[in-house]
C-alpha cells in the first residue's frame, strides 16, 4: 500500500485512469515533515486500508493538486480530511469551484514547507501549468505530467502508435511531444526548467512512470533537452 521512496516520503500506486481510452497507471506521493505533517501529493483514490495506513505515518495538513488535470480524487480527501488546506492552481480553482480551496500554488513554496520542499511553477503551456516539487531531505524531484515513461507494449494496437509518436514510449523518460508543442512562452519554460536542473537531484518521482533512483539530475537534463538547447 505505502511504500517507503527515501527519507520521510513514500509513494502509493494508484488504479489505471483511462483517458480517451488511452490507460494511465497512477501514483501519489507522501512526505512527512518535520513538525510530523503529512504533505499529500496528487492524491489517489481514497481506500479504507489506505486511510488507516497514511494515519499511521501522521496528521494530513497539506492536500495538493500540483496541475489542472490531476484533481479526481480530491473531494475525497478533502471530506475525509476536513482540517487538511488544499492547494492548487488559479485554473484549477476555476475549474473545481465545488471544491474548498485554501491557498492557490505558485513559484514559490508555501510558508507550510519552504523550509522543506522547494517548487517551480512551469505555466504558459495550453494543456496545462504543472508545479514541480523537491524534497530537499530526500533529494526527490517529483513530476506530474511533464515528465512520462511508458514500456513498450503498454499501450495496445493504434494507441500504441499514437505513444510512441508522443514519446511515451521513448527509451527514457521524457517530455511528451504534446506538452513540447503546447508552450506559449518557450524562454520562460527554459528558465524554469534550468531552476529544477540547478537542484541537487538523486531521485525523480512521476506520476506516469517508474521511478528514477539514482542520477536524478541527469534523468531530468535529458527529458528536458530539446527545450535547453539554444
Known amino acids: 500500500m505505502l511504500h517507503r521512496f527515501g527519507d520521510e516520503i513514500w509513494t502509493v500506486e494508484g488504479a489505471t485512469v483511462f483517458v480517451a481510452g488511452f490507460a494511465y497507471p497512477t501514483r501519489m506521493a507522501v512526505i ?17 486500508r489506505l486511510q488507516a495506513a497514511i494515519e499511521i505515518l501522521g496528521p494530513v495538513r497539506h492536500i495538493v493538486a500540483p496541475n489542472t488535470l490531476h484533481h479526481l480524487f480530491i ?13 492548487g492552481l488559479p485554473a484549477l480553482r476555476a475549474k473545481r469551484p465545488d471544491l474548498r480551496w485554501d491557498q492557490d500554488l505558485a513559484d514559490a513554496p508555501a510558508a507550510a514547507w519552504s523550509a522543506e520542499i522547494d517548487q ?13 516539487f523537491f524534497h530537499r531531505r530526500s533529494r526527490t ?14 499501450f495496445k494496437g493504434w494507441r500504441g502508435l499514437v505513444a510512441s509518436l ?34 541537487p537531484t538523486e531521485s525523480v518521482l512521476l506520476a506516469h512512470g517508474a521511478p528514477i533512483t539514482h542520477d536524478g539530475r541527469d534523468a531530468i537534463l535529458h527529458a528536458f533537452a530539446w527545450l535547453l538547447r539554444v
Do not use: C
Request: aromatic share 12%; no cysteine; net charge positive.
Open 32 to 48: 512527512r515533515l518535520s513538525t510530523g505533517d503529512l504533505f499529500v501529493w496528487s492524491p489517489t483514490a481514497l481506500s479504507d
Open 75 to 87: 473531494g475525497e480527501w478533502q471530506a475525509a480530511y476536513p482540517d487538511a488546506s488544499l492547494y
Open 120 to 132: 517551480v511553477l512551469v505555466d504558459r503551456n495550453r494543456i496545462t501549468a504543472e508545479v514541480v
Open 141 to 154: 524531484a517529483i513530476f506530474t505530467d511533464l515528465v512520462q515513461h511508458f514500456a513498450p507494449g503498454w
Open 166 to 199: 508522443d514519446r511515451l514510449t521513448a527509451d527514457r523518460p521524457t517530455v511528451p511531444r504534446k506538452f513540447r508543442m503546447m508552450f506559449r512562452d518557450r524562454d520562460r519554460a527554459r528558465r524554469a526548467v534550468r531552476r529544477i536542473a540547478a537542484w
